[in-house]
């Protein structure tokens, strides 16, 4: 069976409501993990943040909890080099993880996270979804692909996230998101629906909030 990938849809005001309510709710940076003895309890619900170095992970983040230097973001790539922990109100961890395919990076870093990336993807109970964001200029690129293999070895399931938005025209974007849809469907741990977003312009923010409330 061919999986459509379609856009999420837009969800009812109740669960916008309820969404807008939880990423009201106080946020902080818990801590930055370099090694699995590291990682705050699994005692509460969990989502992380994949995607190539400089694709607006951190962007996002802020953008969500609505606090603009929360999750550092810069023009800097690589710049997040640990597992960083949010708390999202009481109930939630949100994980920003560190970007991978950063070309300057020496090998024996990239093997060290690696290592790190997939023991934590593989090892989180918690860990309800993976949002894979993807550069909407660019589409889904070989270390992507990488990710989610690995996500679909750890059975994690992984919904795509199209960020930057604002920078492409939407008959362009038309072209790359048949590009993911197509790379997708060789995924099993795909989630069936994609976000668009944009950090800068607000676009997709409270549908991806919404997602992330409904989430149990
Ligand atoms: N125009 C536009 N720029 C964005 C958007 N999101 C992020 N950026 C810019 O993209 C650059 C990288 O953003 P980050 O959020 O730091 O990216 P990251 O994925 O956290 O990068 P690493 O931590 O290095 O892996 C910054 O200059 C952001 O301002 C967006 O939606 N629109
Ligand atoms: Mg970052």
Same mark, same amino acid.
């Given at each position: 069976?061919? !999986?459509?990938?379609?856009?999420?849809?837009?969800?009812?005001?109740? /669960? /916008?409501? &309820?969404?807008?309510?939880?990423? &009201?709710?106080?946020?902080?940076?818990?801590?930055?993990?370099?090694?699995?003895?590291?990682?705050?309890?699994?005692?509460?619900?969990?989502?992380?943040?994949?995607?190539?170095?400089?694709?607006?992970?951190?962007?996002?983040?802020?953008?969500?909890?609505?606090?603009?230097?929360?999750? @550092? =973001?810069?023009?800097?790539?690589?710049?997040?080099?640990?597992?960083?922990?949010?708390?999202?109100?009481?109930?939630?961890?949100?994980?920003?993880?560190?970007?991978?395919?950063?070309?300057? =990076?020496?090998? &024996?870093?990239?093997?060290?996270?690696?290592?790190?990336?997939?023991? #934590?993807?593989?090892? @989180?109970?918690?860990?309800? @979804?993976?949002?894979?964001?993807?550069?909407? @200029?660019?589409? /889904?690129?070989?270390? %992507?692909?990488?990710?989610?293999?690995?996500?679909?070895?750890?059975?994690?399931?992984?919904?795509?996230?199209?960020?930057?938005? %604002?920078?492409?025209?939407?008959?362009?974007?038309?072209? !790359?998101?048949?590009?993911?849809?197509?790379?997708?469907?060789?995924?099993?741990? &795909? #989630?069936?629906?994609?976000?668009?977003?944009?950090?800068?312009?607000?676009?997709? /923010?409270?549908?991806?909030?919404?997602? !992330?409330?409904?989430?149990?």
């Amino acid at each position: 069976m061919q !999986i459509p990938f379609t856009l999420a849809e837009q969800p009812d005001e109740q /669960i /916008i409501e &309820a969404a807008r309510v939880l990423f &009201a709710g106080e946020t902080e940076f818990l801590k930055g993990v370099v090694a699995m003895d590291g990682m705050p309890p699994d005692d509460r619900l969990e989502v992380c943040f994949a995607g190539r170095s400089n694709v607006g992970k951190s962007s996002l983040i802020n953008a969500l909890t609505g606090r603009k230097g929360l999750a @550092r =973001a810069s023009n800097t790539p690589g710049r997040t080099q640990e597992i960083n922990f949010f708390t999202l109100a009481e109930s939630h961890y949100l994980v920003d993880l560190p970007g991978y395919g950063y070309a300057n =990076a020496p090998l &024996a870093v990239v093997e060290k996270w690696q290592r790190l990336l997939k023991q #934590y993807l593989s090892g @989180r109970a918690t860990l309800r @979804r993976a949002f894979v964001l993807v550069d909407t @200029r660019h589409g /889904i690129k070989p270390v %992507d692909e990488e990710i989610m293999t690995l996500l679909d070895k750890s059975a994690v399931t992984f919904q795509v996230v199209m960020t930057k938005a %604002d920078k492409v025209k939407d008959s362009d974007q038309v072209k !790359i998101l048949d590009q993911v849809r197509e790379k997708l469907s060789k995924h099993p741990a &795909a #989630y069936p629906e994609l976000v668009m977003t944009s950090a800068e312009k607000g676009d997709g /923010i409270p549908l991806l909030r919404s997602i !992330i409330a409904t989430l149990t």
